[in-house]
């Protein structure tokens, strides 16, 4: 941040990945009342590689929802930890799994969905955790409103021993600012199978860093309704061996700007309106940072609600 240094304090907590208190225990969930409906069939796929620490306690997050449809599918590139043997442990509860080499993230998640059958779609990373009863609140949330495609949420951070670290409080879904920067928490997001069809089925393979970020794009372009729910659904590890960090300076920017330029050609017609509109791409952006803040601070003094 350069000179800017003395404001990250004051920056809303969407903006850091490190740890933003003493780690504590995650907090108990919240009792959630169950509808009866007829639950939709939900399919997650693992991408794991050489991530043993931390995958039982990915899978367990996932089986310990207690969802009466899920297919639960792990694909991983041929780890030489202890991985496999934890997989084995869980095989009668997988719907699918394999290890082999692969090409990297992004064809390990297409390899998995080729496998899925679900009526609503989601991956996580293998370091990374569901929340309790997360599915259910999927389930209900895009069964109760069909209009909306795709759901997603406040993030909580963990770290290397599963404590909570930190928050992500974000304000509704924006597309204008999706168009300049992501905060959408991808171990959060869960699109319908219909959408995933109409955007061509696939994760973009020359992506290693903004693969989400990528989708995302199509699935705005494709006219999809995105709905930010008021409850923290999954949990994002930061650790020092952690993609996001390992890859932010060697592809991340990279990739970034691929997709803003992306962006740009679909907003702007010449190059005074692309200028215009990276100005405003930054308007949108600082409002963006305030509304998160007013919300994490409303939260944070107990005045507003996040299940």
Partial sequence: MGRLKFLYPLLPGCTKLGRH?????????????????EWPSISIVIPSYNQGPFLAQCIQSALNQGYPNLELI???????????????????KLTWWISEPDAGQAHAINKGMEKSSGDILAWLNSDDCLTPNSLFRVAMLLTNNPEVDVV?????????????????????????????????????????KSLWASTGSYID????????????????????????A?????MFRVHDKQKTKVNMHRVGHEEMERIRERAITKLAQNRVQAVACRFLQKIALGWYLLQARFIEILWYARISKIE
């Fill in 21 to 37: 208190y003493v780690p504590r225990e995650p907090s108990q969930a919240r009792n959630l009342t169950i509808q009866p409906i």
């Fill in 74 to 92: 792990i694909v991983d590139g041929g780890s030489t930890d202890q991985s496999i043997e934890i997989i084995k442990n869980f095989s009668d």
């Fill in 152 to 192: 997603y949420s406040h993030r909580i951070l963990i770290d290397e021993s599963g404590n909570d670290i930190g928050k992500w409080i974000i304000p509704p879904h924006n597309n204008f600012v999706l168009s300049y920067v992501d905060f959408v928490p991808q171990e959060t997001m869960f699109w319908r």
């Fill in 205 to 228: 393979e020359s992506f290693q860093f903004a693969l989400d970020w990528e989708l995302i794009h199509r699935f705005i372009e494709a006219g999809a309704v995105f709905y930010r």
């Fill in 230 to 234: 008021p409850a923290f659904l999954g």
